[in-house]
């Protein structure tokens, strides 16, 4: 298996009326494809064409709503975030689908981009011809409070950093939506987004240094993700395993890391259980993932070419 040289054939803006969505498209081969992104607020897989051979796939990459080079951008304080909701962001996947004139595609989610991906794939499955999903997470109530609490066993001076944060509060993460996205001082916000993204960097500590993002990204990243996690996807805590049983008949791929501490594979394992035909590869690496991670990745992507 070899990475591709895929540069960008044209990129764009796309107007959804509340937001302007940059994007970029990646080959010109006859299946369609989109890559959701992490976060959210993550921006763009910058390597993700790489792993798209272009003379077979037409991928589709892009900045979702409030982050990258999309606008408004989260980064600005005095940008709302309101309108940023999971179904903002399907619709926002329909409209794309519908701009370039694809009938069906290929879709690839990484992190929260599976949860995205399967949000999409369950109100719209005969939209969709193949799945690949990385290290994704279902972010149902209980997994928001694992990320905020259960993970504190494993890294308590970590953790005790991270709630010292913010008011104390049942509900740490909208505790953090509180504070980042409606603290009247300034600074508590910033130190807000710091201690999130000190706890983020301990949960991947042992798979190897993270690196920084600008200041502006980091805010935009933080505001969106503490948002989406206090909502846990604006999902009930069944809601989108229950969905998954449609997506019967749709070739599906996942792989996670079994050593992934902010979002453990017992959800890979659910999701695979819900979803008749749906193939699991767990890895011995984390989150981000390692050389076994984009094996299995690479690998279902060209799988699914002749799907």
Do not use: K
């Given at each position: 298996?070899?990475?591709?040289?895929?540069?960008?054939?044209?990129?764009?803006?796309?107007?959804?009326?509340?937001?302007?969505?940059?994007?970029?498209?990646?080959?010109?081969?006859?299946?369609?494809?989109?890559?959701?992104?992490?976060?959210?607020?993550?921006g763009r897989v910058r390597g993700l064409p790489r792993?798209?051979?272009?003379?077979?796939?037409?991928?589709?990459?892009?900045?979702?709503?409030?982050?990258?080079?999309?606008?408004?951008?989260?980064?600005?304080?005095?940008?709302?975030?309101?309108?940023?909701?999971?179904?903002?962001?399907?619709?926002?996947?329909?409209?794309?689908?519908?701009?370039?004139?694809?009938?069906?595609?290929?879709?690839?989610?990484?992190?929260?981009?599976?949860?995205?991906?399967?949000?999409?794939?369950?109100?719209?499955?005969?939209?969709?011809?193949?799945?690949?999903?990385?290290?994704?997470?279902?972010?149902?109530?209980?997994?928001?409070?694992?990320?905020?609490?259960?993970?504190?066993?494993?890294?308590?001076?970590?953790?005790?950093?991270?709630?010292?944060?913010?008011?104390?509060?049942?509900?740490?993460?909208?505790?953090?939506?509180?504070?980042?996205?409606?603290?009247p001082d300034l600074e508590a916000r910033r130190n807000?987004?710091?201690?999130?993204?000190?706890?983020?960097?301990?949960?991947?500590?042992?798979?190897?240094?993270?690196?920084?993002?600008?200041?502006?990204?980091?805010?935009?990243?933080?505001?969106?993700?503490?948002?989406?996690?206090?909502?846990?996807?604006?999902?009930?805590?069944?809601?989108?395993?229950a969905g998954v049983r449609r997506l019967a008949g749709?070739?599906?791929?996942?792989?996670?890391?079994?050593?992934?501490?902010?979002?453990?594979?017992?959800?890979?394992?659910?999701?695979?259980?819900?979803?008749?035909?749906?193939?699991?590869?767990?890895?011995?690496?984390?989150?981000?993932?390692?050389?076994?991670?984009?094996?299995?990745?690479?690998?279902?992507?060209?799988?699914?070419?002749?799907?």
């Open positions: 298996m070899e990475l591709y040289d895929n540069p960008a054939m044209a990129s764009g803006t796309l107007d959804v009326g509340d937001a302007s969505l940059a994007w970029s498209v990646h080959g010109n081969g006859p299946v369609a494809a989109i890559g959701l992104h992490g976060g959210p607020g993550g792993r798209f051979d272009p003379s077979r796939y037409r991928l589709l990459n892009f900045d979702q709503r409030g982050c990258g080079q999309s606008t408004p951008h989260a980064g600005d304080w005095d940008t709302t975030i309101d309108g940023i909701t999971t179904d903002a962001m399907v619709a926002d996947i329909e409209a794309f689908r519908v701009h370039f004139g694809v009938e069906r595609w290929v879709v690839w989610g990484g992190s929260w981009g599976g949860t995205l991906a399967l949000a999409y794939a369950v109100r719209h499955p005969e939209r969709v011809a193949g799945m690949v999903l990385v290290s994704p997470t279902l972010l149902r109530p209980s997994d928001v409070a694992w990320f905020t609490e259960g993970a504190r066993r494993f890294l308590p001076e970590a953790w005790s950093r991270f709630a010292a944060a913010v008011p104390p509060a049942a509900n740490l993460a909208a505790a953090y939506d509180a504070v980042v996205n409606g603290h807000a987004v710091t201690q999130w993204l000190a706890w983020e960097a301990a949960l991947v500590a042992h798979e190897g240094p993270s690196g920084e993002m600008p200041e502006r990204d980091a805010i935009a990243f933080v505001r969106l993700v503490t948002r989406v996690f206090a909502n846990a996807a604006w999902r009930g805590e069944d809601e989108l395993l749709i070739p599906c791929t996942v792989v996670h890391g079994r050593l992934d501490l902010s979002g453990p594979p017992q959800m890979a394992f659910q999701l695979a259980d819900a979803w008749p035909g749906c193939e699991l590869h767990v890895v011995p690496e984390g989150h981000r993932g390692g050389p076994l991670m984009e094996a299995r990745m690479r690998d279902a992507i060209e799988r699914l070419e002749t799907a």
